[in-house]
T-cell receptor, first 111, second 115 residues
Framework: AQSVAQPEDQVNVAEGNPLTVKCTYSVSGNPYLFWYVQYPNRGLQFLLKYITGDNLVKGSYGFEAEFNKSQTSFHLKKPSALVSDSALYFCAVVNDYKLSFGAGTTVTVRA | GAGVSQSPSNKVTEKGKDVELRCDPISGHTALYWYRQSLGQGLEFLIYFQGNSAPDKSGLPSDRFSAERTGGSVSTLTIQRTQQEDSAVYLC?????????????FGSGTQLSVL
């Protein structure tokens, strides 16, 4: 079965610093990978996806992710974090026509 | 509608009672998914629908859980004889087509508390 892992439960960064949220995948074949974000008291929102093509994917709110086949990773990045980026981030992979999600990473951006 | 709507937003029930959770997907979306999010846990897949049929029910935790979808639209998740371990946020999502590679639009969820 296809799966993803998020090795960090929490990430803390200062506002203005780069933000990285890690995700590794375990799949057979070519993976379809996603990032979703859950802001406090709000529903999950799509950020970006990788299906095929350019390894660097750009998404909403200034986020991007790099697909790295050799390292089986799909890390989410933002060059300069904002306090408003504080949220719960989920990596996900398509698995038998549905999404399988990682355990999530809580990001806290301090002012 | 404008987005995925779930009701109720909160449900408190007593152990052993039955509950029904409702999901109204975005109009025209053929795929509908149910997930469960427990405190400190990730998102656990329960079931998905393609139209009115459910090709994958593999995530339903027990036979106390069932779901249906009618008219290719509204879906109801029913939990019979609720247990305390059923307490969680139940999330519904829809997408234009099935396959998983289209982005999902999530509702705000139903917070279920079983006392």
């Amino acid at each position: 079965a296809q799966s993803v892992a998020q090795p960090e439960d929490q990430v803390n960064v200062a506002e203005g610093n780069p933000l990285t949220v890690k995700c590794t995948y375990s799949v057979s074949g070519n993976p379809y990978l996603f990032w979703y974000v859950q802001y406090p008291n709000r529903g999950l929102q799509f950020l970006l996806k990788y299906i095929t093509g350019d390894n660097l994917v750009k998404g909403s709110y200034g986020f991007e992710a790099e697909f790295n086949k050799s390292q089986t990773s799909f890390h989410l990045k933002k060059p300069s974090a904002l306090v408003s980026d504080s949220a719960l981030y989920f990596c996900a992979v398509v698995n038998d026509y549905k999404l399988s999600f990682g355990a999530g990473t809580t990001v806290t951006v301090r002012a | 509608g404008a987005g995925v709507s779930q009701s109720p937003s909160n449900k408190v029930t007593e152990k052993g009672k039955d509950v029904e959770l409702r999901c109204d997907p975005i109009s025209g979306h053929t795929a509908l998914y149910w997930y469960r999010q427990s405190l400190g846990q990730g998102l656990e897949f329960l079931i998905y629908f393609q139209g009115n049929s459910a090709p994958d029910k593999s995530g339903l935790p027990s036979d106390r859980f069932s779901a249906e979808r009618t008219g290719g639209s509204v879906s109801t998740l029913t939990i019979q004889r609720t247990q305390q371990e059923d307490s969680a946020v139940y999330l519904c999502a829809s997408s234009l087509v099935t396959g998983g590679w289209e982005k999902l639009f999530f509702g705000s969820g139903t917070q279920l508390s079983v006392l």
